[in-house]
């Protein structure tokens, strides 16, 4: 099935750096939305977004809706150890109540 | 408040057995999702339900695959026939669905093994 084309597939970095990660798509969507996923557990909502352009800030985290609508970006600053975790880019076409796409992961490891 | 739950929370069964995965969403929510996850890939879409209505089943994989909602609350996904490719974790999830509001929760999930 369609999927988004997320990178980096994983990073490995020190606690206190900033980590980029981003998503790209062949098609526009209305809603781009960034998730984290713990093991063992479903993906938690992060960060949406819903208009082209838009920069979204969550505490240290910072998002972007690209303006074509094809692509997103997720920053995490001063990384910490419990930011270890997937991070999923997820594009919704409509808005309420229709399916989520999901780009393939970024495995975030932090060393302390 | 309870998260979304599924059940069982790990199933193993043989190659040719149907199997039945439940859903309990949150309280209230009216929409509730279907997503199947493999090792190493975000999850992907199977169907969803508004209500006791299913309105998109274009992510089903096959006929063997279906799923129901008959009281618009708790959802069942059954597997006929099932092969070893359908192993993955079935991720559901329910929103509440207003038009400012449509946060999907995800559960848990059902870590599928079939031998």
């Known amino acids: 099935g369609q999927q988004l084309n997320q990178s980096p597939q994983s990073m490995f970095i020190q606690e206190g750096e900033d980590v980029s990660m981003n998503c790209t798509s062949s098609?526009?969507?209305?809603?781009w939305l960034w998730y984290k996923q713990d093991p063992g557990e479903g993906p938690v909502l992060l960060i949406a977004?819903?208009?082209?352009?838009e920069l979204t800030s969550n505490g240290r985290l910072t998002a972007q809706f690209g303006i074509t609508r094809k692509d997103s970006f997720l920053n995490i600053s001063a990384s910490i150890p419990s930011d270890v975790g997937i991070y999923f880019c997820?594009?919704?076409?409509?808005?309420?109540?229709?399916?989520?796409?999901f780009g393939e992961g970024t495995q975030l490891t932090v060393n302390p | 408040g309870a998260g979304v739950s599924q059940s069982p929370r790990y199933k193993v069964t043989k190659r040719g057995q149907d199997v039945a995965l439940r859903c309990d969403p949150i309280?209230?929510?009216?929409?509730l999702y279907w997503y199947r996850q493999a090792l190493g890939q975000g999850p992907e879409f199977l169907t969803y339900?508004?209500?006791?209505?299913?309105?998109?089943k274009s992510g089903l994989p096959n006929d063997r695959f279906s799923a129901e909602r008959p009281e618009g609350s708790i959802s069942t996904l059954t597997i006929q026939r099932t092969e070893q490719r359908d192993s993955a974790m079935y991720r559901c999830?329910?929103?509440?669905?207003?038009?400012?509001?449509?946060?999907?929760?995800f559960g848990p999930g059902t870590r599928l093994t079939v031998l």
């Open positions: 997820a594009g919704q076409v409509g808005t309420s109540g229709s399916r989520l796409t």
């Open positions: 999830a329910s929103s509440l669905v207003s038009s400012w509001d449509n946060e999907q929760f």
């Open positions: 977004l819903y208009k082209a352009g």
């Open positions: 339900f508004n209500y006791e209505a299913q309105q998109d």
């Open positions: 309280s209230g929510h009216v929409s």
């Open positions: 098609s526009i969507f209305n809603t």
